[in-house]
C-alpha cells in the first residue's frame, strides 16, 4: 500500500515537473513569437493568425533542431521569413528563371590565378539593401554590382536606384517577377541610373518615370567559371545562385544546395579557403548581417552566370 502510494506520488511529482517544463517552452515559443511579431512589423487578420504562428512554431522547431546539431556547419535563426512555408518562400522570393534551355554544366572548375591563403573582402564597401517581398533580386544584383564598380574603380559612392530597373528595364526583365542582371546592367549602360533618392524604392511594379540618369558604366562583361575569384580581386561581381535552403540562414558556411538557378546576389569576396562572401538582398535581419558565407566551388551554382559592370 505504502509503496502504491509512493510510486504514486512519484508519478505525480514527475508529470508536474514535466508540465512545469512544457510551460515554459510554450511561454518561450509565445516571447520569441512576440517578439518576432514585433520586430518585422508583422500584422496578421485574426483569421490569419493561428496559421501564421503554426507555421512560425513549425520553422523555430526546425532552427533549435538545426543549430543543436554539431555536424551543422552553419547555424540557422529567426528572421522576416519564418513565418512562410518553404513553398510560400520560393513563390515570393525566388522568381529567377535562367534564359530559356539554359542548363547548369556539372564539372568543376579550378579557380585560376588562386594562391593560397589569398582573400577579398569588400563588404565595407557595398550597401545591404532589402527588396521586400517583390522578386527584383535582379535589379539589385544588378545595381550592387554598378555601385561597387563605381565605389572601388573609381571612388565615387553613388546610391542606385532598383525600382527605375523594376519599372522601366521591361524588355526581358517582369519587374518584380523575376529578371535578369545581366540585361539590367546593359540598361544602365545605354540609359544611366537615377539615384536611390531620385527614384525610391517601392517594391512594387509602376509605370516607368524616368528612362535616363547620370550615372552610366560603359556595359557588361561574362566571367567565366573559373574566373570568378581572379574578378573579385578587382570588384564585386553579379552572380545567380540556387537559393531554396537559405530562407532560415544565419552564419557559418553553407553548402546545402543544388544549381537550380533562382536567384541572383553580389559576390563581394572570398576567405583563405576560398569560400565565397555573398550581399543579398534580404535586408540586415538576414545572415551574417545580410552577407552569406558559401563554400569554395560552384556551391548553390555560384559560378555558372557570373557577370561584372565594365
Ligand atoms: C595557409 O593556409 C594553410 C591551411 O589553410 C595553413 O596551414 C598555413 O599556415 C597558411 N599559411 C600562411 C602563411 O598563413
Ligand atoms: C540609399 O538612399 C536612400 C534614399 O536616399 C536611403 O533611404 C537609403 O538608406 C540609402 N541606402 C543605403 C543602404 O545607404
Ligand atoms: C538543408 O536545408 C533544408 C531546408 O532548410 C533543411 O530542412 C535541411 O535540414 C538542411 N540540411 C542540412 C544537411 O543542413
Ligand atoms: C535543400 O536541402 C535538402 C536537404 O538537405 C537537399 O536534399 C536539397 O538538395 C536542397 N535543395 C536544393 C534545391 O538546394
Not at 46 to 60: D, I, K, L, M, W
Not at 63 to 70: G, Q
Not at 148 to 176: M, P, R, W
Not at 249 to 276: E, P, Q, R, T
Request: proline fraction near 3%; hydrophobic fraction near 35%.
Amino acid at each position: 500500500m505504502q509503496k502504491t502510494l509512493l510510486v504514486a506520488g512519484l508519478a505525480l511529482l514527475l508529470s508536474t515537473i514535466g508540465y512545469i517544463q512544457n510551460q515554459q517552452s510554450v511561454d518561450e515559443v509565445s516571447m520569441v513569437y512576440e517578439g518576432f511579431k514585433q520586430k518585422f512589423q508583422k500584422t496578421y487578420t485574426s483569421a490569419e493568425e493561428a496559421y501564421r504562428r503554426s507555421v512560425f512554431e513549425q520553422n523555430y522547431a526546425k532552427i533549435l533542431a538545426h543549430n543543436a546539431d554539431p555536424t551543422q556547419t552553419y547555424q540557422t535563426g529567426v528572421n522576416q521569413f519564418t513565418d512562410l512555408t518553404q513553398d510560400e518562400f520560393v513563390a515570393s522570393y525566388l522568381t529567377y528563371t535562367p534564359p530559356e534551355g539554359w542548363q547548369p554544366s556539372d564539372e568543376e572548375v579550378v579557380q585560376e590565378g588562386a594562391e593560397p591563403n589569398d582573400s577579398v573582402d569588400w563588404r565595407s564597401q557595398v550597401r545591404i539593401k532589402n527588396q521586400g517581398s517583390c522578386g527584383s533580386c535582379w535589379a539589385f544584383s544588378a545595381v550592387g554590382a554598378v555601385e561597387a564598380f563605381y565605389k572601388i574603380k573609381k571612388g565615387q559612392d553613388h546610391n542606385l536606384s532598383e525600382q527605375q530597373l523594376v519599372d522601366c528595364d521591361t524588355t526581358k526583365s517582369k519587374g518584380c517577377d523575376g529578371g535578369y542582371p545581366d540585361i539590367a546592367i546593359k540598361y544602365i549602360a545605354s540609359h544611366g541610373s537615377q539615384t536611390e533618392s531620385a527614384y525610391p524604392y517601392k517594391g512594387v511594379q509602376q509605370s516607368c518615370k524616368s528612362s535616363t540618369g547620370s550615372v552610366k558604366v560603359s556595359g557588361v562583361s561574362n566571367i567565366a567559371k573559373s574566373g570568378l575569384q581572379a574578378a573579385i580581386k578587382d570588384y564585386p561581381i553579379s552572380v545567380c545562385v540556387d537559393a531554396t535552403n537559405w530562407s532560415s540562414y544565419k552564419s557559418g558556411v553553407f553548402s546545402n544546395c543544388s544549381k537550380n538557378i533562382n536567384h541572383a546576389v553580389l559576390a563581394v569576396g572570398y576567405d583563405a579557403s576560398g569560400n565565397w562572401i555573398i550581399k543579398n538582398s534580404w535586408a540586415t535581419s538576414w545572415g551574417e548581417k545580410g552577407f552569406m558565407t558559401l563554400q569554395a566551388g560552384d556551391t548553390c551554382g555560384v559560378t555558372q552566370m557570373a557577370v561584372k559592370a565594365i
